[in-house]
């Protein structure tokens, strides 16, 4: 269930502040509403990322590889490239994956999977933009300007309080997107998530949308 | 020693009363005065048990129904005005009117398990799975405990571990790898698909497939029977409603919305009727016999009618609604007496002879009605024993006030207006073609006879229920959004403890697999057996991982694991279940959140009485294959919605044959008695015949179908016809054809008619139909006794008399 979470944080994270720039602004639902403006101008989003998660159950810090892409209203494709071959393509209510061991297409409904439902309907609200209901679950602060860094804790009170330490989020210099984000689980694994080369507003290539892409 | 005979004893009683009049008078009007004041105290009741046969399997199925938390939801249905509003406000409006929800009545809002607590579910799950560990799980593992199967099991663990979102599946697959909490897993999400609906969960909400409505269930301990607190529920119900904001709509889909509906629109009816009949009865008797003592007729079946309910109240401790409708309809018939004396002495100038010789035939009238009514205290259906102890005590007090009260008070002058009333209608009796009369009637008799074999008889209970339109048009609104227009069938296994009810269920569930239809079989036995049964399981699983077991479990992981970098703690709650596996409980045998929210649906407790509920498609061939496992047992039993309607008619309608046939056996042995004659009978007869027939005929013409409530009415019917045939048939013999009994036989019909006329304006479909029946078979009745009745009576009585003396 941690992981979950955790995941869905990351990936919240990453695509609702990618592209933000802080300003100092004191309040911050002021400035998440502002952002929420911002975020409701992106409509395609796409970008390499590295994944390394740090997890007990392994015995080596395990790195991922892949493309990240995003169309409004819902489209979502998540290809890996190592250490295995990946993709999964989330179009509406159905999602299509393949992995190169098995090179099996299988089409799953959203439905089907809660976890993976409670995740992408997170993903959702964040790509629309809706990150003022972040706060009902965390308390942020600015940790450091330049390069700009935000940390948000769990409120006590929230459900997530009990899997999630803290998340950080680490802006490119320029404040452009998101270079970097953390999430610190309580059990001591941890997330970190790095995206580079982001492109906004491009129209996606189309072979980005198949789930047997060969990037 | 004088010979005694009826004349003589009513003689003797009605001067022993003239004597004391001013005694009787007074307590009449004292034990009126009493009734009108009990009234307010007597509790009326709208639960259609009382409508039930005793000790059927109808009632026991309602009592079911009443009883556990199946029939007691109120769902709510809600969705957004505009296509404009997101979703999350639509969620929100829903979570917030759950939590805003706060009464008595309200047991529990259902919190529909979601994705929120699988993870430590999981966990208690993986720990129980030992406990359900049986022969074909131990074959399954033998064949998977190989280096080959592991590593491809671990391959797809490592896969999944990295997929988005998979890490927490990643996660339970290692803490079970070989999947031997599957099948547990499986059997709840089946269990928990029988909610009945199509539903999908997202963001803590129920919501229809195409996310435009949502729903919230709510548990009430109100029975949907109870029309009082149903009242008070709803009204509550709707003030929360009325909280929403704007842009938010939202239907109540609950029994209790029938209850509340049918309550107000009897209530409205009764209401209705009784104002209309008494301004209808007050024009006729005030305003055209310009006579105040006829308001003594017009009180005396009201005073009656109150102290039959306040007498019914005293021995059911309640009355029901639609003895309370069927007041109008005695008040009808118990008036008919105070006609018939009214006329007596209205014509005689109060001359007491009069009143003595009309008593006879009113009192035969009045046995033979109460005969019919009398018939009814012999059901099985405690409505009907009601009906008929307030009938047989409201016409008694009624013909006891008729004969002995009403001529003290109307003693005195004849009535000009009355009389000229009767020799207005004694110039149209005496107008009828003798023969054309028969033709007619023989050609009447013979057509709606011919026409009235098409009469269908209509079983449906549904056809009495006067719910609203609004309620079932939010009905079918809600069953098009969220299916559940077919409710499963309920198989109940009944327990002294839970345990003994577990037992029972497994068992149970056990016969359905060698049935071969566990598919459609949602049963707790899946994920729940017996104590024994888990012991026996755990024992089973324990044998099977032995230490030898364990030690191979153990390298194969090393090996294989080290392929994937999987750490030690990766594996280590299924190395630690594999050695120390839960200890089985009594009682509830784990502790998981949607393993309680499966049992809420599934266990009822009811009176220290333990209930396991199965449900399975209401379809006759899951009938067939489950009813022989439940008649195995008297703690089994199976209710079907669809059988249940069915058994409910077949329940109201097996009593109508017998109550028709003693009907039928009372008013021809005690017209037989009375009137001593056989041809005489036969005469009084034919208004009853003629009545049915009309009925039957016209029911048929006009493509309706013949009801319980129709045939209860057709009964009365019979009861009143006879009176006219046999008041006609003394009539014919001791007077001739005399203008006092037409008229007063045409008063008695006019408000009959009258008050099962107002019926007719009734909304409910029980009144409506009663009104209908009533105002046809008195309509006919009274038509065939006032023409047909003197004319056979002439051609065939006093024709074979001539004959006789011409020979």
């Not at chain 2, 019914?312 to 007041?327: D, E, H, K, L, P």
């Not at chain 2, 002995?404 to 002058?413: A, H, N, S």
């Given at each position: 269930m941690r992981k979950m979470i955790s995941l869905a944080v990351l990936m919240s994270l990453l695509l609702g502040m990618g592209g933000a720039c802080l300003h100092a602004e004191?309040?911050?639902?002021?400035?998440?509403?502002?952002?929420?403006?911002?975020f409701s101008l992106i409509n395609t989003m796409r970008a390499d990322f590295v994944q390394e998660k740090e997890l007990s159950y392994f015995d080596k810090k395990i790195r991922i590889k892949g493309v990240m892409c995003f169309e409004k209203p819902d489209f979502l494709g998540w290809h890996v490239t190592e250490p295995i071959v990946y993709s999964m393509v989330i179009n509406g209510k159905t999602i299509r994956q393949w992995d190169g061991e098995t090179r099996k297409v299988q089409i799953i409904q959203v439905e089907s999977n809660p976890a993976l439902q409670i995740m992408i309907v997170r993903m959702r609200e964040w790509f629309t933009g809706n990150f003022t209901g972040f706060l009902e679950d965390y308390d942020f602060t600015i940790e450091n300007k330049d390069p700009v860094i935000l940390v948000f804790v769990p409120k006590e009170t929230s459900s997530v309080a009990e899997f999630i330490e803290k998340v950080k989020i680490i802006f490119k210099e320029d404040e452009s997107y998101i270079h970097q984000i953390e999430i610190n689980e309580k059990g001591g694994d941890s997330d970190v998530l790095i995206f580079d080369d982001v492109v906004l507003n491009e129209p996606l290539n189309p072979r980005l949308r198949n789930v047997k892409v060969n990037i | 020693m004088s010979k005694l005979?009826?004349?003589?004893?009513?003689?003797?009683?009605?001067?022993?009363?003239?004597?004391?009049?001013?005694?009787?008078?007074?307590?009449?009007?004292?034990?009126?005065?009493?009734?009108?004041?009990?009234i307010f105290y007597v509790t009326f009741e709208n639960d259609i048990k009382f409508m039930l046969p005793d000790e059927s399997g109808v009632r026991r199925s309602i009592n079911f129904l009443d009883s556990s938390r199946i029939s007691n939801n109120v769902v709510i249905s809600m969705k957004l005005n505009s296509d404009e509003i997101p979703l999350s406000e639509l969620t929100g409006a829903i979570k917030e009117f759950s939590a805003s929800i706060d009464s008595p009545l309200i047991t529990k809002v259902k919190d529909i398990a979601g994705a929120s607590n699988m993870g430590k579910d999981a966990n208690e799950i993986i720990a129980y799975a030992p406990q359900l560990f049986d022969k074909a799980d131990?074959?399954?593992?033998?064949?998977?405990?190989?280096?080959?199967?592991?590593?491809?099991r671990f391959a797809l663990i490592y896969r999944q571990m990295l997929m988005p979102g998979g890490s927490f599946m990643g996660a339970i697959m290692l803490r079970d790898p070989f999947g031997v909490s599957l099948s547990v897993l499986s059997n709840i999400e089946k269990l928990s698909l029988t909610l009945g609906y199509d539903v999908v969960f997202e963001d803590g909400v129920l919501l229809n497939r195409d996310k435009s409505h949502a729903m919230v269930i709510m548990e009430t301990s109100v029975p949907v029977t109870d029309a009082f607190l149903s009242r008070k529920l709803i009204t509550y119900v709707k003030e929360q409603l009325s909280l929403l904001p704007d842009y938010v709509s939202a239907d109540i889909i609950a029994g209790h919305l029938h209850a509340v509906d049918n309550e107000t629109i009897l209530k409205r009816d009764i209401g209705l009727v009784s104002i209309t009949v008494l301004l209808a009865f007050f024009i006729i008797f005030i305003c055209v016999f310009k006579d105040m003592g006829t308001l003594t007729i017009f009180i005396m079946p009201i005073a009656s009618v109150l102290m039959a309910i306040c007498l019914t109240f005293f021995i059911f401790r309640q009355v029901s609604y639609f003895i309370a409708g069927m007041a109008a309809v005695i008040t009808g018939i118990a008036i008919d007496y105070g006609i018939h004396v009214y006329s007596a002495v209205r014509v005689s100038g109060g001359r007491s002879e009069r009143v003595k010789q009309v008593a006879k035939p009113i009192m035969v009238g009045a046995l033979t009605t109460m005969g019919v009514f009398g018939g009814f205290?012999?059901?099985?259906?405690?409505?009907?024993?009601?009906?008929?102890?307030?009938?047989?005590?409201?016409?008694?007090?009624?013909?006891?006030?008729?004969?002995?009260?009403?001529?003290?008070?109307?003693?005195?002058?004849?009535?000009?207006?009355?009389?000229?009333?009767?020799?207005?209608?004694?110039?149209?009796?005496?107008?009828?073609?003798?023969?054309?009369?028969?033709?007619?009637?023989?050609?009447?008799?013979?057509?709606?006879?011919?026409?009235?074999?098409?009469?269908?008889?209509?079983?449906?209970?549904?056809?009495?229920?006067?719910?609203?339109?609004?309620?079932?048009?939010?009905?079918?609104?809600?069953?098009?959004?969220?299916?559940?227009?077919?409710?499963?069938?309920?198989?109940?296994?009944?327990?002294?403890?839970?345990?003994?009810?577990?037992?029972?269920?497994?068992?149970?569930?056990?016969?359905?697999?060698?049935?071969?239809?566990?598919?459609?079989?949602?049963?707790?036995?899946?994920?729940?057996?017996?104590?024994?049964?888990?012991?026996?399981?755990?024992?089973?699983?324990?044998?099977?991982?032995?230490?030898?077991?364990?030690?191979?479990?153990?390298?194969?992981?090393?090996?294989?694991?080290?392929?994937?970098?999987?750490?030690?703690?990766?594996?280590?709650?299924?190395?630690?279940?594999?050695?120390?596996?839960?200890?089985?409980?009594?009682?509830v045998p784990i502790n998981s959140e949607l393993f309680e929210n499966?049992?809420?649906?599934?266990?009822?407790?009811?009176?220290?009485?333990?209930?396991?509920?199965?449900?399975?498609?209401?379809?006759?061939?899951?009938?067939?294959?489950?009813?022989?496992?439940?008649?195995?047992?008297?703690?089994?039993?199976?209710?079907?919605?669809?059988?249940?309607?069915?058994?409910?008619?077949?329940?109201?309608?097996?009593?109508?044959?017998?109550?028709?046939?003693?009907?039928?056996?009372?008013?021809?042995?005690?017209?037989?008695?009375?009137?001593?004659?056989?041809?005489?009978?036969?005469?009084?007869?034919?208004?009853?015949?003629?009545?049915?027939?009309?009925?039957?005929?016209?029911?048929?013409?006009?493509?309706?179908?013949?009801?319980?409530?129709?045939?209860?009415?057709?009964?009365?019917?019979?009861?009143?016809?006879?009176?006219?045939?046999?008041?006609?048939?003394?009539?014919?013999?001791?007077?001739?054809?005399?203008?006092?009994?037409?008229?007063?036989?045409?008063?008695?019909?006019?408000?009959?008619?009258?008050?099962?006329?107002?019926?007719?304006?009734?909304?409910?479909?029980?009144?409506?139909?009663?009104?209908?029946?009533?105002?046809?078979?008195?309509?006919?009745?009274?038509?065939?006794?006032?023409?047909?009745?003197?004319?056979?009576?002439?051609?065939w009585i006093e024709g074979s008399k001539e004959r006789r003396g011409l020979a």
């Amino acid at each position: 269930m941690r992981k979950m979470i955790s995941l869905a944080v990351l990936m919240s994270l990453l695509l609702g502040m990618g592209g933000a720039c802080l300003h100092a602004e004191s309040d911050a639902r002021v400035f998440l509403a502002k952002l929420e403006n911002k975020f409701s101008l992106i409509n395609t989003m796409r970008a390499d990322f590295v994944q390394e998660k740090e997890l007990s159950y392994f015995d080596k810090k395990i790195r991922i590889k892949g493309v990240m892409c995003f169309e409004k209203p819902d489209f979502l494709g998540w290809h890996v490239t190592e250490p295995i071959v990946y993709s999964m393509v989330i179009n509406g209510k159905t999602i299509r994956q393949w992995d190169g061991e098995t090179r099996k297409v299988q089409i799953i409904q959203v439905e089907s999977n809660p976890a993976l439902q409670i995740m992408i309907v997170r993903m959702r609200e964040w790509f629309t933009g809706n990150f003022t209901g972040f706060l009902e679950d965390y308390d942020f602060t600015i940790e450091n300007k330049d390069p700009v860094i935000l940390v948000f804790v769990p409120k006590e009170t929230s459900s997530v309080a009990e899997f999630i330490e803290k998340v950080k989020i680490i802006f490119k210099e320029d404040e452009s997107y998101i270079h970097q984000i953390e999430i610190n689980e309580k059990g001591g694994d941890s997330d970190v998530l790095i995206f580079d080369d982001v492109v906004l507003n491009e129209p996606l290539n189309p072979r980005l949308r198949n789930v047997k892409v060969n990037i | 020693m004088s010979k005694l005979t009826f004349n003589g004893c009513f003689s003797a009683l009605y001067d022993f009363i003239t004597k004391r009049q001013n005694a009787f008078i007074s307590l009449f009007l004292f034990l009126t005065v009493a009734a009108g004041a009990g009234i307010f105290y007597v509790t009326f009741e709208n639960d259609i048990k009382f409508m039930l046969p005793d000790e059927s399997g109808v009632r026991r199925s309602i009592n079911f129904l009443d009883s556990s938390r199946i029939s007691n939801n109120v769902v709510i249905s809600m969705k957004l005005n505009s296509d404009e509003i997101p979703l999350s406000e639509l969620t929100g409006a829903i979570k917030e009117f759950s939590a805003s929800i706060d009464s008595p009545l309200i047991t529990k809002v259902k919190d529909i398990a979601g994705a929120s607590n699988m993870g430590k579910d999981a966990n208690e799950i993986i720990a129980y799975a030992p406990q359900l560990f049986d022969k074909a799980d131990q074959e399954r593992l033998t064949q998977q405990i190989t280096g080959e199967n592991i590593k491809e099991r671990f391959a797809l663990i490592y896969r999944q571990m990295l997929m988005p979102g998979g890490s927490f599946m990643g996660a339970i697959m290692l803490r079970d790898p070989f999947g031997v909490s599957l099948s547990v897993l499986s059997n709840i999400e089946k269990l928990s698909l029988t909610l009945g609906y199509d539903v999908v969960f997202e963001d803590g909400v129920l919501l229809n497939r195409d996310k435009s409505h949502a729903m919230v269930i709510m548990e009430t301990s109100v029975p949907v029977t109870d029309a009082f607190l149903s009242r008070k529920l709803i009204t509550y119900v709707k003030e929360q409603l009325s909280l929403l904001p704007d842009y938010v709509s939202a239907d109540i889909i609950a029994g209790h919305l029938h209850a509340v509906d049918n309550e107000t629109i009897l209530k409205r009816d009764i209401g209705l009727v009784s104002i209309t009949v008494l301004l209808a009865f007050f024009i006729i008797f005030i305003c055209v016999f310009k006579d105040m003592g006829t308001l003594t007729i017009f009180i005396m079946p009201i005073a009656s009618v109150l102290m039959a309910i306040c007498l019914t109240f005293f021995i059911f401790r309640q009355v029901s609604y639609f003895i309370a409708g069927m007041a109008a309809v005695i008040t009808g018939i118990a008036i008919d007496y105070g006609i018939h004396v009214y006329s007596a002495v209205r014509v005689s100038g109060g001359r007491s002879e009069r009143v003595k010789q009309v008593a006879k035939p009113i009192m035969v009238g009045a046995l033979t009605t109460m005969g019919v009514f009398g018939g009814f205290l012999f059901s099985r259906v405690p409505g009907y024993r009601q009906l008929a102890l307030f009938s047989v005590c409201g016409i008694s007090i009624c013909l006891f006030y008729s004969l002995f009260i009403l001529p003290q008070i109307l003693r005195g002058k004849r009535s000009r207006n009355f009389e000229g009333v009767s020799r207005f209608i004694g110039r149209g009796h005496r107008h009828v073609k003798k023969r054309w009369v028969v033709y007619f009637w023989g050609i009447f008799v013979l057509l709606a006879a011919l026409v009235s074999g098409r009469t269908v008889f209509e079983n449906d209970v549904r056809q009495f229920d006067g719910s609203s339109k609004e309620t079932l048009a939010a009905e079918d609104k809600f069953h098009g959004t969220w299916g559940g227009g077919e409710q499963p069938a309920i198989f109940v296994v009944t327990g002294g403890s839970l345990e003994e009810a577990i037992v029972c269920n497994e068992i149970v569930y056990n016969e359905v697999v060698k049935s071969g239809a566990e598919a459609g079989f949602a049963s707790i036995a899946t994920i729940w057996p017996a104590l024994k049964t888990r012991e026996a399981n755990l024992d089973s699983w324990k044998r099977f991982w032995d230490a030898s077991k364990r030690d191979e479990v153990v390298e194969l992981f090393k090996e294989n694991g080290a392929l994937y970098d999987f750490s030690d703690k990766a594996f280590s709650v299924f190395l630690n279940t594999l050695a120390n596996p839960a200890a089985v409980k009594e009682g509830v045998p784990i502790n998981s959140e949607l393993f309680e929210n499966i049992i809420e649906r599934f266990v009822n407790e009811v009176d220290g009485e333990y209930q396991i509920l199965s449900f399975f498609p209401d379809k006759d061939k899951y009938i067939k294959k489950f009813s022989p496992i439940a008649v195995n047992s008297d703690r089994t039993f199976i209710i079907s919605r669809k059988a249940f309607s069915s058994e409910l008619s077949q329940s109201i309608s097996s009593e109508i044959l017998p109550l028709s046939i003693a009907a039928a056996l009372i008013i021809i042995t005690l017209t037989m008695v009375f009137l001593r004659d056989a041809r005489l009978t036969c005469i009084a007869l034919i208004p009853v015949v003629s009545a049915i027939l009309s009925i039957t005929g016209a029911l048929a013409l006009t493509g309706t179908s013949l009801n319980a409530s129709a045939a209860i009415a057709a009964l009365i019917v019979c009861g009143l016809c006879i009176d006219y045939g046999i008041f006609m048939v003394y009539s014919c013999r001791d007077y001739g054809r005399d203008e006092a009994t037409a008229t007063a036989v045409t008063l008695s019909a006019l408000t009959t008619l009258i008050g099962s006329g107002t019926l007719l304006l009734a909304k409910h479909p029980i009144l409506f139909s009663i009104g209908r029946t009533i105002t046809l078979g008195v309509l006919a009745g009274f038509l065939t006794s006032f023409f047909v009745v003197p004319t056979v009576y002439t051609l065939w009585i006093e024709g074979s008399k001539e004959r006789r003396g011409l020979a």
